[in-house]
């Protein structure tokens, strides 16, 4: 799938000047999946490289492709981009940007990745300070402690957590190892349920009502994200709240997520790529850019399913959260 944000012509051999004298730029973008944040990660790179681009006069032209997890079409996507010669890639989550950066090495190609839980952990950049390497990006690191906190504000007995994660994926390692000792250090029983499929998480989430867990904990995790839809009601009807690191878990009837505003995350990563393409900055001595992960989103319709009270869970969450917000569940967000 290409999409062109603008209707001006196809970038020139004469140093990205088009015929009409400004400047044009190809970026190509992977995503690694279809789920409602990542599709809202790319949705506010696309609007705000447009607006940007209108502004300063500029034209980038945008080749947008999405792997579905596949690491063989990510490849081939990649390889597309380097043979249409593109002057920047876009990576939205850690194994796109993993696979862009080992298909870029020695080449002039930068790369700005984005919603990548732990840069230096992914061995992307050396430090989020100074990556050191032609790459760097936005980062959606997830404040693990926080999450958990929100668990024992509504239910001060909880006794035994379920962590619900892909064991394949890098993102979940570093939140579940701080989660492990966060709940050590509370005395708290957990246990862990992985899956690599829709299906196999499916098949956790049975083991999960099975074993009366009285919360689950799943980190920045798009396998779990991806299946959401088909176990939410199972939890629910189960008495079981689902607490997730992005706001998409939320929307795919989680009853609650707590994270970054992955709107933002978008335009923030746009604007790092008008600083590497337009204002020349350096991605090897450009900062990650972090955010304050401080928005619980609370499923309405699953807090209610679950028999709680929203008003007196907006309340006891208030103290710990720069903002609670309500939705209910759908499949995609509003751009």
Do not use: W
């Amino acid at each position: 799938l290409a999409l062109s944000l603008f209707a001006c012509g196809k970038k020139s051999d004469d140093n990205s000047t088009g015929s009409s004298g400004a400047a044009s730029y190809q970026v190509g973008i992977c995503s690694y999946a279809d789920d409602a944040s990542l599709n809202q990660i790319v949705d506010n790179i696309e609007s705000r490289l447009k607006a940007i681009g209108q502004e300063k006069g500029v034209t980038f032209e945008i080749s947008y492709d999405n792997c579905n997890t596949d690491s063989a079409v990510l490849n081939q996507i990649i390889a597309n981009f380097m043979a249409d010669k593109v002057d920047l890639m876009i990576g939205v989550a850690t194994p796109v940007a993993v696979a862009m950066q080992a298909a870029t090495e020695g080449t002039d190609i930068p790369v700005v990745f984005a919603a990548v839980s732990d840069p230096v952990g992914a061995g992307l950049v050396e430090s989020l300070e100074a990556p050191g390497a032609n790459i760097t990006g936005t980062s959606d690191y997830l404040d693990t402690d926080a999450i958990l906190d929100l668990i024992f504000a509504a239910n001060p007995d909880a006794k035994s957590i379920a962590l619900l994660y892909d064991l394949g994926q890098d993102s979940p390692a570093a939140p579940i190892k701080n989660a492990k000792a966060y709940l050590d250090k509370r005395g708290v029983s957990y246990k862990e349920y992985n899956g690599t499929t829709t299906d196999e998480i499916s098949l956790a989430v049975s083991s999960i009502v099975a074993d009366k867990a009285d919360a689950v904990f799943t980190p920045t995790d798009n396998t779990v994200m991806t299946a959401e839809l088909a176990i939410y009601e199972a939890l629910a009807k189960a008495g079981i709240p689902h607490y997730c690191g992005a706001d998409s878990f939320a929307l795919n009837g989680a009853f609650c997520s707590y994270g970054v505003d992955y709107a933002n995350l978008g335009k923030m990563t746009a604007d790092m790529v008008v600083d590497v393409l337009v204002n020349g900055k350096d991605p090897a001595t450009t900062p990650v850019q972090t955010f304050d992960n401080g928005i619980a989103t609370v499923n309405t319709e699953t807090c209610k399913a679950l028999g709680m009270d929203f008003n007196k869970i907006k309340e006891e969450f208030t103290p710990l959260c720069t903002q609670v917000v309500e939705t209910t569940t759908s499949e995609s967000f509003e751009k």
